[in-house]
């Protein structure tokens, strides 16, 4: 079955730190995969995306996350941590529909960032 | 910058009544979803459509949901006779194409929150 993996409910991390979001996939074939965030009373916003190409995908805000196809991983990362990075930080893959296309989602993670 | 803009931002029915949850896509998209989120747990995909027709249904999406493009600039999702674990936030989303990957984005609003009571 395709499904998606955010195994930390909750990160925690102080500004100016490193900060890591696990996700990890099951899927057939290859995977397209995404991070979005959202912070209260909003929308689910892109990040970035994985499609094919480099294994370090860069995005919006300083983001950037790494492919690793051998561990089926796509960890969400960012080298200096703000306070108003703190959101829920949701991945997905992307996966056939029809003659469509659909989003299988994480759980999420709550990111806190600490100032 | 565009966005999908989704109202009411709340609503609060009586179980058994029906709602109609509006969405307005951005406007040069042809793709459009609805995905909902119960309260801790994931988000689900509930349908999509393209060219008027649904293009590919959850098995949560019985026959009391429906999908309609009225007219050229709303998506509306309306549930029928709700329940009340049909309480939610419902997701709307857009995407331009299915063609080059840059444009292969679901782009969300900020979600309807359904309370039935």
């Known amino acids: 079955a395709q499904s998606v993996a955010q195994p930390e409910d909750q990160v925690n991390v102080a500004e100016g730190n490193p900060l890591t979001v696990k996700c990890t996939y099951s899927v057939s074939g290859n995977p397209y995969l995404f991070w979005y965030v959202q912070y209260p009373n909003r929308g689910l916003q892109f990040l970035l995306k994985y499609i094919t190409g480099d294994n370090l995908v860069k995005g919006s805000y300083g983001f950037e996350a790494e492919f690793n196809k051998s561990q089926t991983s796509f960890h969400l990362k960012k080298p200096s941590a703000l306070v108003s990075d703190s959101a829920l930080y949701f991945c997905?893959?992307?996966?056939?529909?029809?003659?469509?296309?659909?989003?299988?989602w994480g759980l999420g993670t709550s990111l806190a960032v600490n100032p | 910058e565009p966005e999908v803009t989704q109202t009411p931002s709340h609503q609060v029915t009586q179980m058994g009544q029906e709602v109609i949850l509006r969405c307005v896509p951005i406007?040069?998209?042809?793709?459009f979803y609805w995905y909902r989120q119960i309260l801790g747990q994931k988000v689900e995909f509930l349908v999509s459509f393209y060219n008027n027709e649904i293009s590919e249904k959850s098995e949560i999406f019985d026959d009391q949901f429906s999908v309609e493009r009225p007219d050229g600039s709303n998506f509306t999702l309306k549930i029928r006779s709700t329940k009340l674990e049909d309480s939610a936030m419902y997701f709307c989303?857009?995407?331009?194409?299915?063609?080059?990957?840059?444009?292969?984005?679901?782009?969300f609003g900020a979600g309807t929150r359904l309370s039935v009571l």
């Open positions: 406007s040069n998209h042809l793709y």
């Open positions: 997905a893959v992307r996966v056939r529909a029809g003659n469509n296309r659909k989003l299988i």
């Open positions: 989303a857009s995407s331009e194409t299915l063609g080059p990957v840059a444009k292969n984005i679901q782009y």
